[in-house]
């Protein structure tokens, strides 16, 4: 079935650790985002790419790095410099373009950090 | 900046009636918008899509508007039942080739039977 895998769904790390959150998608679209939603609030705009090798920032890109290699993987690093990374990340895709209709999310991945 | 406001943080409505959520934008009018349902601990799922130019879409019990001169959206449940209860989230492409897609903060609805 197509979609998009997120892993891992849950990750414990000690502060000042780097840490690689994974996403894969196998819908063949051209764009992928990630997005930070932290206990009660709605989903803030971390990166997202339109294409390959190609990638913006978002709203709150501070402390937080992307890749993007290949077009069915987009991970995102949470980098040491990020003050407060403990929170459910939501990676998504959708066809590029302007008039491309929804995003797809995947099942999310809950870092804590100890 | 683009910015998008979703009024009430939670909504509680009796089985049967109508629940109703606002959403709110900023600057220019986006192309589309987007509302989205979400579960506890899952991903948003897509519902419905509402473009500049409509001023309505329906989906079984849905029904959005999007009014341009407010710069609103209303999102409508019908005859609600307890299943619909859960966080609605609304989105829209705050830059002008629409690739930046940012979402309101979320109402979370509660249906009580």
């Known amino acids: 079935d197509g979609g998009i895998t997120q892993s891992p769904k849950y990750l414990f790390r000690k502060e000042g650790q780097n840490v690689t959150l994974s996403c894969e998608q196998n819908l063949n679209h051209d764009a992928m985002y990630w997005y930070r939603q932290d206990p009660g609030q709605g989903l803030r705009l971390i990166y997202y790419?339109?294409?390959?090798?190609?990638?913006q920032k978002g709203d709150i890109a501070e402390g937080y790095s992307v890749s993007r290699e290949k077009k069915e993987s987009f991970p995102l690093t949470v980098t040491s410099a990020q003050k407060n990374p403990t929170a459910f990340y939501l990676c998504a895709s959708r066809r590029a373009g302007q008039d491309t209709g929804e995003l797809f999310f995947g099942e999310g991945s809950r870092l804590t950090v100890l | 900046s683009q910015k998008i406001e979703q009024n009430s943080e939670a909504l509680n409505i009796q089985e049967g009636k109508t629940a109703t959520l606002t959403c709110n934008y900023t600057?220019?009018?986006?192309?589309?918008l987007q509302w989205y349902r979400q579960d506890p601990g899952r991903g948003p799922v897509f519902l419905l899509l509402?473009?500049?130019?409509?001023k309505e879409k329906r989906k079984e019990r849905l029904k959005v508007t999007f009014d341009t001169t407010l710069k609103q959206s209303l999102f409508h449940i019908t005859a609600s039942q307890p299943a619909d209860s859960a966080t609605y989230l609304c989105a829209l492409a705050s830059d002008s080739s629409a690739s930046k897609i940012i979402f309101g903060s979320g109402t979370r609805l509660s249906i009580r039977p």
């Open positions: 790419s339109q294409i390959v090798n190609d990638f």
């Open positions: 509402i473009r500049e130019n409509e």
């Open positions: 600057n220019y009018s986006p192309a589309y």
